[in-house]
């Protein structure tokens, strides 16, 4: 007796066991989703694992009912790799499996995309019928459509009607009377389609290059294990072109390749560029997509038809079954962490999966996380280095300016947005027919709105924090929940006309910078403005063409952008990140003063690189200006080595949430007492405390911090209460291991 074991559509974290029936012998297989008897009802599931022993008496397994559709079949080690997430981030193994799949593969719903053609089906009788009617008015419509058959074989339905403005019941006639054929051929949806690629040719790498390449392809060629490679290279040194003749080796074996890239904004740009090299052997898997192109990107890899897919987190999944080298790209990014159940990091799983698969794994960064940097110098991962920029352009000059020093002494600089030698700079770029980037990553336009007579603050009432003001649209947002409410013009609670817009944001900066630069042509990047790809692609664009003179934006603006008529980057407060109450504040701040300033200078002329901050001598802002990353991860490895947080120590932050705070603080002390058994001396307990923003959604939130080395058995406590405990009603509880904040 064939016994599976089926996890079913329920976040149960629960194996059931079905006896296979011999008609599905040999088709049901681990990975394959399968409709099953559950309860009074019936369910799909999938296959985690095949055996011949139950735990059950014989007379209580029931049958698999059958297998559903081929396509949802998952790769056996795709399973593996899942059921690792479910134990290591604590979260239930139909979360798991579930990430495993985009919903519209997983849901069946979506089905594949076909068109109608209309061909000639006896060429012989098709002339003898356009003979015998070509005068009869009655059959002019049909004699139209076979002339236009004789001269454009294979057309589609909805071609003839618009184009040609054809009768469907003339050719429903023809068909009937066997002088037409009508095929369906399938038709692939490509959100890409439109995008107009010129192929390109290999570069010729430079020496550093060259012996990346080089270690790259002897790792490639031992296939007897998994291996890592971290590719530390420096803004422009380019990596990009090292992954792209990584993955042309990995083609020559025979090998498939996955390439991740931190945000979907960044997808068109790298799709445009691996297009140009490997043509149409790309599949493009991240969320923007419809539906219908995610089903038939997921297609294109399940079947074989492509060999590279490229896209954000959950392209990490994609089904290759020869899978040999899997590249992280700005491997540093925080977006890498999904938020919700199963709260994975895909660099991680990367080399989880390339270490199950025995793939090569190439994580990339100019500014790498401190665990990848970490892996690397003690010989866990392989340290590859480029320390200076292609085509030999220089590194661009940094410069700190002291914001408290700025005299106000003229009407353009009153604000305090743009310090006088800022202002002075980017009047030169825009004199010398040069571009500019000005960074703040805070988008909108004022931080909060307070009143000047009474104290009042527009606080979100189901989240703690301030509103948001946005002037263009006149309206007050949380960007923790996004409710919106419209901006007040009195106190609500004195009534004083006396309130003040504080703090600033990407749109207060447009609205000076058009005043200050009124000859200059100005847009802004953020999430406000970028509603689609299309519009970001447009901009980028516009920029490229030299058709807009200073760029204004977030953190989309900081990374993966080249453009070398930028020769000044300005970053308008770098203090915004650096206070923030978390351990990594300083490697977050580090990383983005690095990334930005690296767009500056990438052409002929050098870069300049302006950092307005209140805080000059901070060490972070001194060792991002000396570019001397190493030194500045030995500085901040003294507090963490210290303190046990990541990567000298592991760290899992359990959450409680509900709508009574009481009740939430009761359950977190009380839950902190089932885990005690397992903390031992290694482990640096957080004990119960409110979270830094206690209120999100009307969800009022409390955490426990665990931190340490060998959280081994204490993960598996977490884990055991988290899903299998009997929570008080009203409070939801999670695990975050590994969290990348703990805000």
Not at 147 to 166: C, D, G, Q, V, Y
Not at 250 to 263: F, M, Q, R
Not at 573 to 589: G, H, K, M, V, W
Not at 726 to 743: C, F, M, N, T
């Amino acid at each position: 007796m064939s016994i599976a074991r089926v996890i079913v559509d329920l976040s149960l974290d629960k194996t059931f066991d079905y006896r296979v029936p011999a008609q599905l012998a040999g088709l049901v297989v681990v990975g394959a989703q399968v409709n099953v008897p559950f309860g009074n009802s019936f369910r799909r599931g999938y296959v985690l694992a095949i055996g011949d022993t139950s735990d059950y008496p014989p007379e209580r397994i029931k049958d698999i009912i059958s297998i559903c559709e081929s396509h949802t079949k998952i790769p056996h080690k795709l399973v593996e790799l899942g059921e690792w997430m479910a134990d290591y981030y604590c979260c239930s193994r139909e979360q798991a499996v579930c990430s495993l799949l985009p919903h519209a593969v997983r849901s069946g719903k979506i089905k594949q995309k076909s068109v109608a053609l209309f061909g000639i089906a006896d060429v012989a009788a098709a002339e003898k019928y356009l003979a015998a009617n070509k005068d009869r008015k009655a059959a002019a419509g049909q004699v139209e459509i076979l002339k236009i058959l004789m001269s454009n074989p294979e057309m589609t339905r909805e071609r003839l009607e618009a184009e040609f403005h054809i009768n469907p019941s003339s050719l429903n006639t023809l068909r009937k009377k066997g002088l037409l054929l009508e095929e369906k051929q399938r038709v692939i949806r490509d959100a890409y389609e439109k995008v107009q690629i010129i192929p390109d040719q290999p570069l010729t790498p430079n020496s550093e290059q060259l012996s990346a390449l080089d270690k790259i392809r002897s790792l490639l060629n031992d296939r007897s294990r998994g291996h890592t490679v971290l590719l530390h290279g420096i803004t422009g040194s380019g990596k990009t072109e090292v992954y792209l003749q990584a993955i042309a080796m990995a083609i020559e074996h025979g090998l498939e390749s996955i390439v991740l890239v931190p945000e979907i904004s960044l997808t068109p740009q790298t799709v445009r560029r691996f297009r140009a090299r490997f043509g149409n052997k790309i599949s493009v898997l991240h969320s923007s997509l419809s539906d219908g192109e995610r089903f038939d990107e997921w297609t294109k890899v399940h079947e074989g038809v492509v060999k590279i897919a490229v896209g954000a987190r959950s392209a990490l999944f994609a089904p290759f079954r020869n899978l040999g080298l899997i590249i992280v790209d700005e491997e540093h990014e925080s977006s890498y962490k999904q938020s919700e159940a199963p709260r994975y990091h895909a660099r991680d799983v990367a080399v989880m999966r390339g270490h199950m698969e025995k793939a090569l794994v190439i994580l990339g960064s100019a500014t790498p996380s401190f665990e990848s940097y970490q892996n690397a110098i003690k010989g866990k991962y392989e340290l590859l280095e480029l320390s200076r920029r292609v085509d030999d352009c220089v590194l661009p000059l940094m410069k700190v300016i002291d914001i408290r020093l700025d005299k106000k002494d003229d009407e353009d600089h009153k604000s305090g947005m743009f310090t006088k030698m800022l202002i002075e700079a980017v009047r030169d770029r825009l004199w010398r027919g040069e571009q500019t980037i000005l960074f703040l990553n805070r988008r909108g336009y004022a931080r909060q709105m307070m009143c000047e007579q009474c104290g009042y603050v527009a606080n979100c009432p189901d989240c703690s924090v301030p509103y948001t003001y946005h002037l263009k649209t006149q309206t007050l947002t949380c960007h923790l929940c996004g409710d919106t409410i419209t901006a007040y013009n009195k106190c609500p609670d004195c009534l004083s006309e006396e309130i003040r817009y504080s703090g600033m944001g990407t749109e207060k900066i447009e609205i000076v910078a058009r005043k200050v630069f009124s000859e200059a042509r100005i847009a802004r990047m953020d999430s406000d403005t970028m509603k689609t790809n299309e519009s970001y692609e447009l901009v980028l664009d516009e920029f490229k063409r030299g058709n807009i003179d200073i760029l204004i934006g977030t953190q989309m603006i900081a990374k993966g952008l080249h453009f070398p008529n930028v020769t000044l980057v300005g970053i308008i407060n770098a203090d915004q990140s650096l206070y923030i109450p978390d351990f990594r504040s300083p490697e977050r701040t580090f990383q983005l003063i690095t990334q930005v300033a690296g767009r500056a200078g990438r052409g002929d002329i050098k870069g300049e690189v302006l950092i307005q901050t209140y805080s000059p001598f901070n060490d972070t802002i001194q060792f991002a200006v000396k570019k001397d990353y190493r030194g500045f991860f030995e500085s901040d490895m003294e507090v963490r080595d210290l303190l046990k947080y990541p990567p000298a120590g592991h760290l899992i932050a359990v959450y409680f949430q509900g709508e009574d705070a009481a009740a939430v603080g009761a359950y977190a002390s009380q839950f902190m007492e089932y885990l005690r058994p397992a903390c031992h001396d290694g482990i640096i307990v957080g004990e119960p405390a409110p979270a830094p923003i206690e209120k999100i959604k009307a969800k009022y939130r409390y955490m426990i911090v665990l931190r340490g080395e060998k959280l081994q058995q204490l993960r598996k406590y977490v884990r055991h209460y988290v899903l299998q405990a009997r929570h008080p009603k009203g409070v939801h509880v999670y695990a975050d291991v590994d969290a990348q904040s703990l805000i």
